[in-house]
T-cell receptor, first 114, second 116 residues
């Protein structure tokens, strides 16, 4: 049972272009939606996150768009750079009694060509 | 000075062997997690622990066990390794008292395990 569906699996974008990665979820109890970035040989690291009461969050070139009614959220990378080449994971957090766990999407390998 | 360390970083073992992967953290976090990463499958939660006396099964706990020896140490064991446990294993920590990012998890560098 895949609770967070991520697409595309891989993405090639030219330098300066916009990279867009999409995720969809089913469980309306999810209460926090982070994106993690992973470089080869490294562990994932938090990139940007959003709560479901906000429709958009921007940090530098990275923006999350959140559509609560459609149960979808996406990551937009503006002016994509070769250094952005990495694997990106969306995730959703489920909290209960003060505890929380993350459910990850399957990941998107992004390659930004020079 | 890594905050979350994993040992070993790489390990090759044979089917049927017992193996332990270790995780240590200096972040002072009370919550620790073990994930496995497989190509095309993302990160899947194996076990998690919210304090020393708390152990919980994740999505794919079968064939694995864990031990929380101290707040800073969380070990993952494969009692009898099998080839389909070949994967990249990550330990992570979190601190729910961080009000800015209450659900942020901090990952170690990973252990690449190969079972032949």
């Amino acid at each position: 049972q895949q609770q967070v569906k991520q697409s595309p699996q891989s993405l090639i974008v030219q330098k300066g272009g916009i990279s867009i990665i999409n995720c969809a979820y089913e469980n309306t109890a999810f209460d926090y939606f982070p994106w993690y970035q992973q470089f080869p040989g490294k562990g994932p690291a938090l990139l940007i996150a959003i709560r479901p009461d906000v429709s958009e969050k921007k940090e530098g070139r990275f923006t999350i768009s959140f559509n609560k009614s459609a149960k979808q959220f996406s990551l937009h990378i503006m002016d994509s750079q070769p250094g952005d080449s990495a694997t990106y994971f969306c995730a959703a957090s489920l909290s209960y009694s003060g505890y929380s766990t993350l459910t990850f999407g399957k990941g998107t390998m992004l390659l930004v060509s020079p | 000075d890594a905050d979350v360390t994993q040992t070993p970083r790489n390990r090759i073992t044979k089917t049927g062997k017992r193996i332990m992967l270790e995780c240590s953290q200096t972040k002072g976090h009370d919550r620790m997690y073990w994930y496995r990463q497989d190509p095309g499958l993302g990160l899947r939660l194996i076990y998690y622990s919210f304090d020393v006396k708390d152990i919980n099964k994740g999505e794919i706990s079968d064939g694995y066990s864990v031990s929380r020896q101290a707040q800073a140490k969380f070990s993952l064991s494969l009692e009898s390794a099998i080839p389909n446990q070949t994967a990249l294993y990550f330990c992570a920590t979190s601190d729910n008292s961080d009000m800015d990012s209450p659900y942020e998890q901090y990952f170690g560098p990973g252990t690449r395990l190969t079972v032949t």
